[in-house]
T-cell receptor
Framework: DTAVSQTPKYLVTQMGNDKSIKCEQN?????MYWYKQDSKKFLKIMFS???????INETVPNRFSPKSPDKAHLNLHINSLELGDSAVYFC??????????FGPGTRLLVL | DQQVKQNSPSLSVQEGRISILNCDYT??????FLWYKKYPAEGPTFLIS?????DKNEDGRFTVFLNKSAKHLSLHIVPSQPGDSAVYFC??????????????FGKGTKLSVIP
């Protein structure tokens, strides 16, 4: 069983399009995250949700909007995609032991 | 401003030898530190952690050492195995209690264990 899953795994799209990435965790965790790993390989947090409420919202363009329909899901919607949005996006959820479990990543390429 | 630095982008070690991966941090508020391992095309997986009240934590072949005064931590893998070849990320957080917390990651060190 996959603990944290993301779909799609690969996403290739044109500039200006709107796309969504889905994340689901079956670990019963209360907190979920979105990270971006850019071309320089830095893993940077974008958002954090705790019990469906936004906790952390780093300096991310308004074009990025997380949506948490329930505790087990945290989806990322991106409007008007730009070339610089090309990156690997990781979803994660947190255990009470304070470790984060990561999904396999979604590789987004904006052409 | 990199608050967590892994200055060695890569490291090669012979199988059976010790691998030592280093990490430095600048934020004095960090009090909980983690190491993650990442294989290509997969997400990072948690390896080992250490709280600032400790200076050493051991789990099998993996040991993490923390030197708070130097703001330095290291991960020792002994003996190193070919399956350990991966990218290792150091991460830190200023908050080790309940509730949400924010991890700051280093850039990673790619470890290659040569058979």
């Amino acid at each position: 069983d996959t603990a944290v899953s993301q779909t799609p795994k690969y996403l290739v799209t044109q500039m200006g399009n709107d796309k969504s990435i889905k994340c689901e965790q079956n670990l019963g965790h209360d907190t979920m995250y979105w990270y971006k790993q850019d071309s320089k390989k830095f893993l940077k947090i974008m958002f954090s949700y705790n019990n469906k409420e936004l906790i952390i919202n780093e300096t991310v363009p308004n074009r990025f909007s997380p949506k948490s329909p329930d505790k087990a899901h945290l989806n990322l919607h991106i409007n008007s995609l730009e070339l610089g949005d090309s990156a690997v996006y990781f979803c994660a959820s947190r255990s009470v032991q304070e470790t984060q479990y990561f999904g396999p990543g979604t590789r987004l390429l904006v052409l | 401003d990199q608050q967590v630095k892994q200055n060695s982008p890569s490291l090669s070690v012979q199988e059976g030898r010790i691998s030592i991966l280093n990490c430095d941090y600048t934020n004095s508020m960090f009090d909980y530190f983690l190491w993650y391992k990442k294989y290509p095309a997969e997400g990072p997986t948690f390896l080992i952690s250490i709280s600032s009240i400790k200076d050493k934590n051991e789990d099998g072949r993996f040991t993490v050492f923390l030197n708070k005064s130097a703001k330095h931590l290291s991960l020792h893998i002994v003996p190193s195995q070919p399956g350990d070849s991966a990218v290792y990320f150091c991460a830190a957080t200023p908050y080790s209690g309940a509730g949400s917390y924010q991890l700051t990651f280093g850039k990673g060190t790619k470890l290659s264990v040569i058979p």
